[in-house]
């Protein structure tokens, strides 16, 4: 950091004794008042009309700022939250949305960001998306209006936009009151306004903390091919929007249905929404959070997303939970805060805190145990390619370093799913191919992500694939599949920050919700068959012939422990998670032909040690760890629930 961002961050914090003597400040501290913090909305111009009412757009922008250093002339830095759920759905696992007061101005601002950080020298900015509560515009769930409504502010705060002292009138004001570094933060939909607006290169937004964020539109809607839900764009657009643009915005409502085709094609409205394909225009560095087992924003947008951005050379950092689709605020709050903090003071006020030569990655490994790793995934970490064979009995097939040979035929059951192919994995059902490897004599751990690639022979014109990684042994986890997706909720509050009459800094506490298991889904990945083809487009099959297709499997972080066992499993419709094709086709696996590249620390080697296997081929070299994924060729140019309403 420059010695000008230092001298800066030097007046923004309490002047301790170490500071007076000439050290240099290691942590912001709450010397500003949040009782007389100023409060006030602009509407920021984005340029577009996409309401086509004959104006351009203006998004809301509710603004809470220290009052001291504006008194003083000093500038502060900005932590912004974009988000279409401000009205509708609420923030948080509270639900919390803003309330105004007589004027128009903020009283609460959901989440603590604004209780905890304003009294530490830092604006906190609630920016509602363009067709969302008090903006102009329209929802275009992750394309156009979304990004720019949320870059238009990045861009007034560093004094290349316009923006307005109300929603109509002529009125102009500036933001001189900040130096315009900004992070931006937010979990579900709000990061993913993060991920895009930084993958556009806007100057000025310093750092990104997307939660459960999306990274490609079209993997959350589809899996090369096979839908994930039984609803497009156009759903979510609706659920959003405010009265006032869902009346204007008829027309981008009709861009995101023909733009979107349940086909699972590639079209330019998918390639608009694509921020990995852009990711060599990142400037701002990330701090990424996911749930290992979000079923909702899922692990499929990890893996592209991390690796494209250590090609492009951004510093990153990484936690990976246990949970579903939780905020960490809610599964590990006192280190999260302490860890936020420390992440803004250095990425926004350029303390020298030392957050940056501390591993890169935080690992729940299991409920609130967590482990370090210093690169993720570890630096040791090969693809190692295994392959199915034929049991000697009635039950599981084997997993193991030797070609197999022969077949093997399961028949679609969309009544059933990956728990229930994992409960029955050592007898012989008729609706899977399980694979597994003889009991482990070490510890295995599987760390980014898998490749499967099957040739397989149809029944039928349609069918959907799905590949499991599963652990075979007890063990203890949080239960994302219950409600609360591994946390329970509380009575008890505790306080992270400033209060006032308007809006209270305290929430209520959780813990862990646990369930025993006698097997854990490792990784999963899922296709269409008819999405064979390099170009990415689907295709009617033909009955009886042989089609051979790669299943992109989700990065993970996953110690299978010593005398568990690691399986694979090959089936069709995964129940809940994807659609069933139009037909019900028995699928015949070649085995021969059928692999899966699983990134093992060690690789190989160490696969071969824990199965007491002896060594093949050597390993494939994996870039930092993770095999870029199977690429679909997209078009150049250009889900079912929320991506995390709360």
């Given at each position: 950091m420059t010695v000008a961002v230092a001298a800066l961050a030097a007046t923004l914090l309490a002047p301790a004794p170490a500071a007076a003597a000439g050290t240099p400040p290691r942590e912001s501290r709450p010397v500003h008042s949040y009782d007389d913090a100023i409060r006030e909305a602009v509407w920021v111009d984005t340029g577009l009309d996409e309401d086509d009412d004959g104006r351009t757009d203006r998004v809301a922008v509710d603004i809470v700022r220290p009052a001291e250093p504006a008194r003083r002339g000093r500038k502060v830095p900005v932590i912004m939250d974009a988000s279409p759920y401000y009205s509708c759905?609420?923030?948080?696992?509270?639900?919390?949305?803003?309330?105004?007061?007589?004027?128009?101005?903020?009283?609460?601002?959901?989440?603590?960001?604004?209780?905890?950080?304003?009294?530490?020298?830092?604006?906190?900015?609630?920016?509602?998306?363009?067709?969302?509560?008090?903006?102009?515009?329209?929802?275009?769930?992750?394309?156009?209006?979304?990004?720019?409504?949320?870059?238009?502010?990045?861009?007034?705060?560093?004094?290349?936009?316009?923006?307005?002292?109300?929603?109509?009138?002529?009125?102009?004001?500036?933001?001189?009151?900040?130096?315009?570094?900004?992070?931006?933060?937010?979990?579900?939909?709000?990061?993913?306004?993060?991920?895009?607006?930084?993958?556009?290169?806007?100057?000025g937004l310093e750092t990104i903390v997307p939660i459960a964020a999306i990274s490609s539109w079209y993997d959350y809607y589809f899996s090369r091919g096979a839908p994930l839900y039984d609803s497009g764009p156009d759903w979510l657009s609706d659920y959003v929007e405010s009265p006032d643009a869902r009346a204007r915005c008829g027309a981008v409502q009709r861009e995101l249905v023909d733009g979107a085709p349940r086909t699972g094609d590639p079209t330019p409205l998918w390639t608009e929404r694509d921020y990995v394909r852009a990711a060599k225009k990142v400037r701002a560095s990330v701090f990424l959070v996911h749930g290992m087992q979000d079923l909702n924003v899922r692990m499929q947008h990890v893996g592209p997303w991390w690796d494209a951005l250590a090609r492009n050379g951004v510093d990153r950092k990484i936690w990976l939970s246990q949970t579903g689709h939780v905020d960490p605020f809610d599964f590990r709050r006192a280190e999260w805060v302490a860890t936020l903090h420390r992440w803004f003071d250095h990425e926004l006020l350029g303390l020298d805190n030392g957050i940056d030569r501390e591993p890169v990655a935080d690992i729940e490994r299991r409920p609130g145990h967590w482990v370090t790793s210093k690169s993720w995934p570890p630096r040791e970490t090969r693809?190692?390619?295994?392959?199915?064979?034929?049991?000697?009995?009635?039950?599981?097939?084997?997993?193991?370093?030797?070609?197999?040979?022969?077949?093997?035929?399961?028949?679609?059951?969309?009544?059933?799913?990956?728990?229930?192919?994992?409960?029955?994995?050592?007898?012989?059902?008729?609706?899977?191919?399980?694979?597994?490897?003889?009991?482990?004599?070490?510890?295995?751990?599987?760390?980014?992500?898998?490749?499967?690639?099957?040739?397989?022979?149809?029944?039928?014109?349609?069918?959907?694939?799905?590949?499991?990684?599963?652990?075979?042994?007890?063990?203890?986890?949080?239960?994302?599949?219950?409600?609360?997706?591994?946390?329970?909720?509380?009575?008890?509050?505790?306080?992270?920050?400033?209060?006032?009459?308007?809006?209270?800094?305290?929430?209520?506490?959780?813990?862990?919700?646990?369930?025993?298991?006698?097997?854990?889904?490792?990784?999963?990945?899922?296709?269409?068959?008819?999405?064979?083809?390099?170009?990415?487009?689907?295709?009617?099959?033909?009955?009886?012939?042989?089609?051979?297709?790669?299943?992109?499997?989700?990065?993970?972080?996953?110690?299978?422990?010593?005398?568990?066992?690691?399986?694979?499993?090959?089936?069709?419709?995964?129940?809940?998670?994807?659609?069933?094709?139009?037909?019900?086709?028995?699928?015949?696996?070649?085995?021969?032909?059928?692999?899966?590249?699983?990134?093992?620390?060690?690789?190989?080697?160490?696969?071969?040690?824990?199965?007491?296997?002896?060594?093949?081929?050597?390993?494939?070299?994996?870039?930092?760890?993770?095999?870029?994924?199977?690429?679909?060729?997209?078009?150049?140019?250009?889900?079912?629930?929320?991506?995390?309403?709360?």
């Open positions: 759905c609420g923030r948080g696992n509270e639900s919390e949305r803003k309330t105004y007061d007589a004027n128009g101005d903020v009283v609460r601002m959901p989440l603590f960001y604004d209780n905890y950080f304003v009294p530490r020298g830092y604006a906190v900015v609630g920016v509602d998306l363009a067709g969302t509560n008090r903006s102009d515009g329209c929802v275009d769930v992750g394309g156009r209006s979304d990004i720019r409504s949320a870059k238009a502010v990045v861009d007034w705060l560093n004094g290349r936009g316009t923006a307005y002292t109300t929603r109509t009138g002529a009125e102009r004001t500036d933001a001189g009151w900040t130096n315009g570094r900004t992070g931006m933060i937010g979990k579900s939909w709000d990061g993913t306004i993060a991920n895009g607006v930084a993958a556009t290169g806007v100057e693809a190692a390619t295994l392959r199915p064979a034929r049991g000697d009995g009635d039950g599981a097939g084997t997993l193991g370093l030797r070609k197999g040979r022969g077949t093997a035929t399961f028949t679609d059951d969309p009544g059933l799913g990956e728990t229930d192919w994992a409960a029955r994995i050592d007898t012989s059902t008729p609706e899977k191919a399980g694979f597994v490897t003889g009991p482990l004599s070490r510890d295995l751990r599987v760390s980014g992500a898998s490749e499967a690639t099957v040739t397989v022979t149809p029944s039928a014109p349609t069918a959907h694939l799905s590949a499991v990684l599963v652990d075979l042994g007890p063990d203890t986890i949080r239960d994302y599949a219950a409600a609360g997706e591994g946390i329970t909720t509380l009575t008890d509050r505790t306080c992270w920050g400033a209060s006032t009459e308007g809006d209270s800094a305290c929430y209520r506490e959780t813990r862990a919700r646990t369930t025993d298991v006698g097997h854990t889904v490792v990784s999963r990945g899922w296709a269409d068959l008819g999405h064979h083809g390099p170009d990415g487009k689907s295709a009617p099959l033909t009955p009886g012939k042989r089609y051979t297709l790669t299943l992109d499997l989700a990065a993970t972080d996953h110690v299978v422990p010593e005398g568990h066992r690691l399986a694979l499993i090959v089936a069709g419709t995964d129940r809940g998670l994807i659609d069933p094709p139009a037909d019900t086709p028995t699928l015949t696996l070649d085995l021969a032909r059928t692999s899966v590249r699983v990134p093992v620390a060690g690789g190989t080697a160490a696969f071969a040690r824990a199965t007491a296997g002896s060594g093949p081929a050597p390993d494939a070299g994996v870039r930092d760890g993770v095999r870029p994924p199977h690429t679909v060729q997209r078009v150049p140019g250009e889900g079912g629930g929320a991506p995390g309403g709360r």
